[in-house]
C-alpha cells in the first residue's frame, strides 16, 4: 500500500490543533493509502495536538489505513511517552525521549 507523508513542524498547542485537524481531515480524504506524520521539525506538542494525531489515527482505521508518527524527539517525544502513547500513535522509532 502506498505510504502519504503529511509534516509537521514547530509547535502544536491549544490555537493551532483547530488548523491542523482541518488540515489533516483534508488530507486523509484526499489521498489514498497510509499516512506518515513526519515530525522531524515538531518542537513542541500538546495534549490537544496529541489528540488531533489520535483522532486523525482513528478515522484512518476505519478506513482500514494506518497512521505511523516518524522523527518525534525531544519535548514532543516525552509528551507521547508520558502520556502512554508510544505505541498508539506507531511511533516508528521506540527510543525514549
Known amino acids: 500500500m502506498i505510504e502519504q507523508e503529511f509534516r509537521l513542524r514547530g509547535e502544536i498547542d491549544l490555537t493551532d490543533a483547530p488548523a491542523l485537524r482541518r488540515q489533516l481531515c483534508e488530507f486523509i480524504n484526499t489521498t489514498t493509502g497510509d499516512v506518515v ?3 522531524d521539525g515538531l518542537t513542541f506538542i500538546d495534549s490537544v ?3 488531533v ?3 486523525a489515527s482513528r478515522i484512518l482505521r ?3 489505513r494506518a497512521l505511523r508518527v516518524e522523527n518525534l524527539r525531544g519535548m514532543a517525544r516525552h509528551a507521547t ?3 502512554g502513547l508510544t505505541e498508539m500513535l506507531s511511533l516508528a522509532d521506540f527510543e525514549p525521549a
Open 37 to 39: 506524520i513526519d515530525c
Open 49 to 51: 495536538g496529541i489528540a
Open 53 to 55: 494525531l489520535l483522532s
Open 62 to 64: 476505519i478506513q482500514g
Open 81 to 83: 511517552d508520558a502520556l
